[in-house]
Each structure stands twice: as structure tokens, then as C-alpha cells.
């Protein structure tokens, strides 16, 4: 898959959600925990029905708890971005360059800070999304344990948002590692702007610039 290299500084969620008409970017929301627990177990040995479970779980939350406050909706939501998504990867391929030269401390808390940021995302966005904003348009055959999986965000009236997800294979189950939305990679804008903090800065400026980041989602 192409990965863009542009450095824009909206992240894609933002983008997308604000093509769509969404209030804040995209991605939160999640199912209460009585209604998680009355749901079948999420199917995870295709990379189609990851995808398909990450917008079911948006979906239900939306509509079932349509006044959830945030810290309700993180809570609820963190249990399927961990399962739908390979955080930790994500976290440790933005920082590639630097990577190794990271003791185990500042990884766990790098990763700490990067997972939190990550669900809080999720949380704090798509908090009107219904059956009919997500639709699944194909996927590629899985080929060296990676598999693509081409979705849209539907706007009645207005040309459809495409979201392609990059998904990988993790403990036998089909991981999220990235998403483009409109042609913009999250991951390459990920990389691009920890590297402009990382370039005059050390590990703990980046972790407080992540935390930073989460903190006006939890304001918003």
C-alpha cells in the first residue's frame, strides 16, 4: 500500500469527520458493558470482520448511549480499540528511527501514553454515526500476514469518505496498523509530527506533547 508522505497537520480523523459533518473528528464510542456482554463475541479471524466489529461497536454506542459523557465512552470503547487494533506496533513503528535506542522504561511509557491517546480519539469523536455511515466496499486477499480492507464513510447527498485499513496478523487475530481516510495515512502523519518533537526534543518532550494531546480531547 502507498503510504503518503505528506506532513499536513490535520490528523485524518479530524478530516474525515469534518467532511462528514460529525462533531469533532471520527472514531470513539463503544457499547455499554451490559450491552458488550449481550453481544456475540467479536470475530476477529478475518480482517473484514475486525473492521466490521471496530463499526458495529461505533454504531451501537452511538445509538444506545447517545448521552454517554467521555469517561464513559473510554471506558466502555477501550476494550475493543485493544482488540481491533495492534497499539503497540503502531506506537513502536512511529518511532522507528529512535526505537532501539529506547530503554524498556520510556517504551512502556511511551506506549502508555500512545494507547490512551489513541481510545481517548476514539472517544471523543463520531458521536452521531448510524447503520448507514459505514459501508464495507472490499478487501485484498491476505498476502505475508497483512491484508487490506477498503470501507467508505457515507454522506447522503455527497460523495462517499474512503477509509482503507491496513490490517496485520497478531496472536491469530486480524489487527488494525493504519488507516487512510481521503488518501491521508494516520500513521505517516504520526510519524512526521513525533519526529518534529523528537528533532530538538527528547523522549520525555514527546510524552508530554501525547498527554498534551489527550488532554484537550478529555476538554472538548
Known sequence: MKVPSSERSIAWIERAAALVGIAGAVLALS????ALAAEPPVATDTPAATIDSLHRGLVALSSEQ???DLA?????????IEKTHDLPYIAEF???????ALGEADRARFVAAFEKLSVMTYASRFKKVGADTFKRNGENAP???RAQVQTAIVRPGEADIPL???????????RIINI?????SDLALKRAEYQR?????TIDDLIRYVDEQTSRLEQK
Open 31 to 34: 457499547l455499554a458493558r451490559g
Open 66 to 68: 447517545p448521552n454517554a
Open 72 to 80: 464513559e465512552r473510554y471506558r466502555v470503547l477501550e476494550p475493543l
Open 94 to 100: 512511529a518511532l522507528r528511527r529512535q526505537w532501539p
Open 143 to 145: 498476502e505475508s500476514g
Open 164 to 174: 482503507e485499513y491496513l490490517l496485520q496478523q497478531k496472536d491469530g487475530a486480524w
Open 180 to 184: 487512510v481516510a481521503d488518501g491521508v
Open 197 to 201: 518533537v523528537l528533532a530538538t526534543g
